[in-house]
């Protein structure tokens, strides 16, 4: 929680005050569970749904697109029903989460309009991550159901970003589709949905931060958010593997096996001076975060080193506390690979705080954290 109170994080809350309210509200009540509850949890403060599986583009640094024995198989996974959509809204409702919907690509589920609406109906916070090709499309329905945020990914320039996307004309699209969003905004008053941009480091743009902050402002969305790129070594991987066969009992987790990436392209000297140049920031409309928010020092030492510890993070993860994870066939998730049981099946109070969520935790809590944790995960810094 050691980030919890920075002078950013409070900037940011101004800003946006609701959603800074239910992710603090989910912060405090996974510390009460972590320091107290002895692998149980209060309920999360975070429910990240996964509509889909399913996919329009073929991103090179996707830990599903570069599994070897993954793609396909989520692929074809296309979601919930509308039904087991209805139920999971009014199952999570009366603990008021935070909730991320996402995919694969969400706006390829014929229900997510549905699913969305009923959300906002029971007066949750609704966050969306899209690559953005059906923005346009999409953008007016947005408006009307009032989605609280959209995070829309762009890599780049329009050759840089299509090369990374895996398809020629996406950059186009996603342009349009932010365009159009920020026009239906302002003919109608609404401020909602606040729009960010995610630029996602890799070894193809990592020269290119000042480049972006440029092209996104004149584009008109909210913030920009400049992700650090998700990745393991070889050993890491080999690492976390053994230790979930071992104490897990998982006969060969090779969930995170796509993440599995040589940063060695990467120039983190650029990145650590973008770092360095933008983090701070604040008298400007385009807002700009780094995520995880890491030092100029700590940018170069998360690409550069054999093993990763961040000096201003606690080293701990709390998402078995904080975050449930909802895959496309209703499953609930506490760790990739880690799978408490199926909510068409069992309730998501009872999967919550089942036995093997327990185990988990409470082994987690005496680890602190796995292998995988410091550079594969994007719930390890939230």
């Given at each position: 929680m050691r980030r919890t109170l920075t002078i950013g994080n409070l900037w940011k809350a101004f800003q946006s005050p609701a959603?800074?309210?239910?992710?603090?509200?989910?912060?405090?009540?996974?510390a009460i569970g972590y320091h107290l509850g002895n692998g149980y949890s209060l309920k999360p403060g975070k429910v990240f749904c996964a509509l889909t599986g399913c996919c329009n583009l073929k991103c090179v640094m996707c830990p599903q697109g570069n599994h070897p024995g993954f793609e396909g198989d989520l692929r074809q996974r296309s979601g919930g029903s509308l039904e087991d959509l209805i139920k999971l809204a009014a199952a999570i409702a009366p603990f008021r989460p935070f909730v991320a919907v996402s995919g694969g690509e969400p706006f390829l589920h014929p229900h997510w309009r549905e699913f969305v609406r009923e959300i906002k109906r029971w007066g949750m916070i609704c966050w969306i991550g899209t690559n953005g090709t059906m923005l346009e499309r999409d953008a007016a329905d947005l408006?009307?159901?009032?989605?609280?945020?959209i995070s829309v990914s762009m890599d780049g320039p329009r050759d840089v970003h299509d090369r990374i996307r895996g398809v020629a004309g996406t950059f186009d699209l996603v342009a349009k589709g932010i365009r159009e969003l920020t026009r239906i905004r302002e003919r109608t008053g609404r401020k909602k949905p606040e729009i960010t941009a995610i630029f996602t480091i890799t070894p193809h743009n990592s020269t290119h931060i000042p480049e972006m902050v440029e092209m996104v402002s004149s584009l008109g969305v909210d913030v920009l958010r400049i992700g650090h790129l998700n990745f393991l070594t070889r050993e890491e991987f080999e690492s976390h593997s053994r230790l979930f066969q071992e104490v897990f009992k998982i006969d060969l987790d090779t969930s995170?096996?796509?993440?599995?990436?040589s940063p060695d392209a990467i120039d983190s000297v650029s990145v650590a001076e973008a770092v360095a140049k933008f983090r701070d920031q604040r008298n400007t409309p385009l807002r700009i975060t780094f995520f995880p928010n890491f030092t100029p020092e700590e940018t170069q030492q998360y690409y550069t080193s054999r093993r990763f510890r961040s000096t201003s993070f606690r080293n701990a993860c709390m998402s078995a506390w904080d975050t449930a994870i909802v895959g496309p066939e209703m499953e609930l998730i506490l760790c990739p690979n880690y799978v408490l049981g199926s909510l068409r099946q069992e309730s998501f109070e009872r999967l919550w705080n089942c036995e093997k969520a327990v185990v988990f935790r409470r082994t987690l809590r005496r680890m602190k954290s796995f292998p995988a944790c410091s550079r594969a995960c994007c719930f390890f810094y939230m």
């Open positions: 959603v800074a309210a239910s992710l603090l509200k989910g912060v405090a009540k996974a408006v009307e159901i009032g989605v609280d945020s995170w096996e796509g993440f599995i990436a």
